[in-house]
Nanobody, 115 residues
Framework: QVQLVESGGGLVQPEGSLSLSCAAS????????MAWYRQVPGKQRELVAT???????NYADSVKGRFTISRDNAKNTVYLQMNSLKPDDTAVYYC?????????WGQGTQVTVSS
């Protein structure tokens, strides 16, 4: 069992920055890959970025060069630094990991980019 808790969402103006955090608890020694997803109403959840325990990262094309995923294994926390935010980045952002083929999700945090 793993629990994920996101924090850091909010309202930001276009071209602004925001940082999200996701703290993991429980059987954290089982966690390798961690990911951030986002979802807007009426659309499928979209993969934003992933990071392995070793620090290897991947990004969706829509966020490359603007978002940075990182993690602190000692704190069992993954971060998402979002810069140059656009209105299209508005969504609920979810933290995710997969253990033994089972998805674990946080409760989500709302990010709204608007002037």
């Amino acid at each position: 069992q793993v629990q994920l808790v996101e924090s850091g969402g909010g309202l930001v103006q276009p071209e602004g920055s925001l940082s999200l955090s996701c703290a993991a608890s429980g059987s954290v020694f089982l966690i390798n890959l961690m990911a951030w997803y986002r979802q807007v109403p009426g659309k499928q959840r979209e993969l934003v970025a992933t990071i392995t325990r070793a620090g290897n990262t991947n990004y969706a094309d829509s966020v490359k060069g603007r978002f940075t995923i990182s993690r602190d294994n000692a704190k069992n926390t993954v971060y998402l630094q979002m810069n140059s935010l656009k209105p299209d980045d508005t969504a609920v952002y979810y933290c995710n990991t997969i253990i033994y083929a089972r998805d674990y999700w946080g409760q989500g945090t709302q990010v709204t980019v608007s002037s």
